[in-house]
């Protein structure tokens, strides 16, 4: 702490025996990383972010899907080939697998807020270059009844803080979930398909935007391809999704 002396010069205040027992203290209280635990980290360490998000996997340009190596950046998986969906690129900044998806049930279901803040900042660093041409982060959104049982849209609060990390704008209103729909896990392809058929609706005047569509898991894509066909209808250009796990 320093002080203004009385000619005008800085003097630096005694420090006393409280601040020096203070330090101790404060190394104690230091947030710990969510993971291990062990580690100080706010709330990831460095060796865990390391171990598990930094890992660079050949993926599909466009979906994200795991390729066998080698894979040349820009390389698309069979599907994205053959039948296209309608957004244009993916990032995932891991495997939908252990201690991945342990994290994502922590913040969705345990409330871990600290954790959507460490993929938040983590997606920012990985898509930092796309999100400078990006119009809008927007999250995918839940259903009204879903966000009210649960307190918060997890997309909505790792988006947040995207959207502060690479300075673009969030837009939570650009998009609304008109129904639930069930756990796409659950169900076979043709019928993720129909479950979120006509699920969402845009808003608003979405000509000639590039929006970056922010969620938790990506599993099969139909509901981020229904999400991105219908920002197309509505006059988006281009759609890139920022997931933090990807499913095998
Ligand atoms: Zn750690
Ligand atoms: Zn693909």
Redesign the pocket.
């Known amino acids: 702490m320093t002080t203004s002396g009385p000619d005008g010069g800085v003097e630096r205040a005694p420090r006393s025996l409280f601040v020096l027992g203070m330090a101790p203290l404060r190394r104690l209280l230091a947030p710990r990383c969510v993971v291990c635990d062990i580690a100080p980290g706010d709330p990831l360490c460095a060796g865990c972010a390391q171990d598990f998000f930094a890992a660079q996997v050949p993926r599909?340009?466009?979906?994200?899907?795991r390729l066998p190596a080698p894979a040349q950046p820009g390389d698309?998986?069979g599907?994205?080939l053959s039948a296209p969906?309608h957004f244009d690129a993916t990032i995932a900044l891991a495997d939908y697998a252990p201690p991945v998806d342990r994290m994502i049930a922590a913040l969705k279901f345990g409330g871990r807020l600290p954790l959507a803040s460490a993929f938040g900042a983590l997606l920012a660093g990985a898509a930092q270059r796309l999100l400078s041409g990006a119009d809008a982060i927007c999250p995918v959104p839940l259903a009204f009844e879903r966000q009210a049982e649960r307190g918060f849209n997890q997309a909505h609060e790792i988006a947040r803080r995207m959207a502060a990390a690479c300075d673009r704008p969030l837009r939570g209103d650009i998009l609304l979930r008109t129904r639930h729909t069930a756990a796409q896990m659950d169900l076979a392809l043709a019928e993720r398909r129909r479950n979120v058929r006509g699920a969402f609706v845009a808003c608003g005047e979405l000509a000639d935007m590039h929006i970056a569509v922010i969620d938790d898991v990506m599993t099969s894509g139909s509901t981020l391809d229904e999400i991105a066909t219908t920002l197309k209808r509505a006059g988006a250009v281009r759609v890139t999704n920022l997931v933090v796990a990807r499913t095998a």
Request: hydrophobic fraction near 35%; charge should be positive; proline fraction near 9%.
């Open positions: 599909c340009a466009v979906c994200a899907l698309r998986c599907r994205c969906p």
